[in-house]
């Protein structure tokens, strides 16, 4: 049996403007529309289109998070995984934890392809993957966006500040998915249906035994600083003397 | 059927973003074109809009009413014209043969419609019979297990594109009204039925519309809906009922796309120094818009949830396409008068919704029409 294990992040949705709570300690949730991380959607799509292709068997989705991230879990069924893990938790997890708890469900699943997003669009933290490839002490490829698969390797395109590098990596591997990896599908309609009847499981952090202590603190949450009003300027030369008062050029 | 929130939202958010990322950017070339590129006609087979009333066990999704009420919602936040392709599918093109149908009817079409292989259309109007429906005088005449249909059919919408029609004929010439009507459903490509040329419109491009001819058209004598001449009236006006609803929904939705595009420009727009939004009398324009939006929404929902529950709802759908409708002709008309001189020029795209949405107060049972229903079943309530 050949799987690959997909994780998916509950997250707001990437159209809500988001709020910060006015006493600073996170963002306003209540009333929020939640989605799938998008970033997470697309590296589903990908195993979706791996195990398509026939070169996998199965593909199973793993969700940490609350009660409510089952609501991802079905979408992501929906769209064509074939079993969900959610691993129920209303405790806010570190990525490090997070890594933990993946390994855990590494162990039981055997995997010979993880696949995460490259970050989740909440916290942006882009940590999980790469911690999981350290503690799995397996080969990594981050912000893949292209991904052929061999017999025991698979070629990953990344992008990279330079342009593009391709790596060679042996399987298993932790691959995690940039945005041009590919387009996610629409979900079709009735497969919302049939994803209520496939099978989802749910687990606590102490049946995993997972260590999630906390190694992080927020201090403060706050809004981006407003940005300042530009200045219009009429000719190249009065850009480079404006620069050259910021000290810019 | 849903009936459970996590897949219903799921589903809303997937018709929702489908709309925003593949619907809204087309708009302008279905209108230039009038016509929906074919990729987007296949992703909305694929994805399943056009079973979404059918029941399940004919390969579709069984919405309730409510559920969709709250799909149209969605579905009315872009041209009306994506909409028009599949709403004669799921509504009045195959309702008919839903309620009234026989087992062997249903089974041969319903799954085909499920999936957008077969789109039905509806043909009740004619050249002189319009809101006085019962008056039609296609004729249908029994020989041997045979009907012989002629006649025409006027403002047929999908018709271009259908392979069903539910076609409303007379069987018994000499009863002139209601009684002596009968449902068909008749295959396109059926010797004696041809089309016209497609219609040329105010609005809706990319929704087509043509006459449908029947000269000795012959099709089976079990073509008739529930096999029993004489009910096609009583299945037309049904069908009709649901479909007030349905339409009612899809104007909340446009109203709801005009109204969020307008305030956007007011906010945006800057007069005598400061946004437009800011003065009272586009907020005057803005807070009514919004007012009888909410009203309209309301209504749609409570009907259509009586509806679901079982209640006779002929008069609470008449009230909801006729106020709805013409809330959204209201809208439209502030709409263009916010944008102003962008509001009537057509790279802004309201004055192209401003067109669509005249026909909300017309088909499906003009506004006059409604009023009669709701004041008729008022009347008969207290005599």
Known sequence: ?249 | MIRDAEALNALLATVARFVRERLVPAEPLVDETDEIPAGIVAEMKAMGLFGLTIPEEYGGLGLTMEEEVLVMFEMGQTSPAFRSLFGTTVGIGSQGLLMDGTEAQKSRYLPRLATGELIASFALTEPEAGSDAASLRTSATLSGAHYVLNGTKRFITNAPHAGIFTVMARTDPQDHGAGGVSAFIVEAGTPGLRLGKRDRKMGQRGAWTCDVIFDDCRVPATSIIGGIPGRGFRTAMQVLEKGRIHIAAICVGVAERLLRDALRYATERRQFGQAIAGFQLVQAMLADSKAELYAARCMTLDAAQRRDRGENVSTEASCAKMFASEMCGRVADRAVQIFGGAGYMAEYGIERFYRDVRLFRIFEGTTQIQQLVIARNMVKAVS
């Open chain 1, 1 to 249: 049996m050949k799987k690959i294990l997909v994780g998916v992040k509950r997250v707001v949705d990437y159209n809500v403007r988001v709020r910060v709570k006015p006493d600073g300690t996170g963002v306003a949730l209540d009333g929020v529309k939640m989605s799938v991380n998008p970033f997470d959607e697309i590296a589903l799509e990908e195993a979706l289109r791996i195990r398509e292709r026939g070169q996998a068997n199965e593909v199973v989705v793993a969700s940490i998070g609350p009660a409510d991230s089952q609501q991802q879990l079905r979408t992501a069924l929906a769209m064509g995984a074939d079993r969900a893990l959610h691993v129920q938790t209303d405790s806010t997890i570190e990525p490090l934890g997070v890594a933990r708890a993946f390994l855990k469900l590494v162990e039981r699943e055997n995997p010979f392809l993880v696949i995460f997003g490259k970050q989740a669009i909440d916290d942006d933290n882009g940590q999980t993957g790469q911690l999981l490839a350290s503690l799995w002490d397996r080969p990594q490829v981050t912000f893949a966006s292209r991904l052929e698969l061999g017999e025991a390797t698979a070629r990953v395109t990344r992008e990279v500040d330079a342009g593009l590098e391709t790596l060679d990596v042996d399987l298993p591997a932790v691959i995690t998915a940039d945005l041009r990896l590919n387009e996610p599908r629409y979900v079709k309609l009735p497969d919302i249906m049939k994803a209520k009847k496939k099978p989802l499981e749910t687990l606590s952090l102490a049946d995993l035994g997972a260590d999630t202590r906390e190694h992080l603190r927020i201090v403060r949450v706050g809004p981006p600083s407003q940005r300042t009003k530009g200045v219009m300027v009429k000719t190249t030369e009065e850009l480079v003397e404006a620069l050259k008062k910021k000290g810019l050029f």
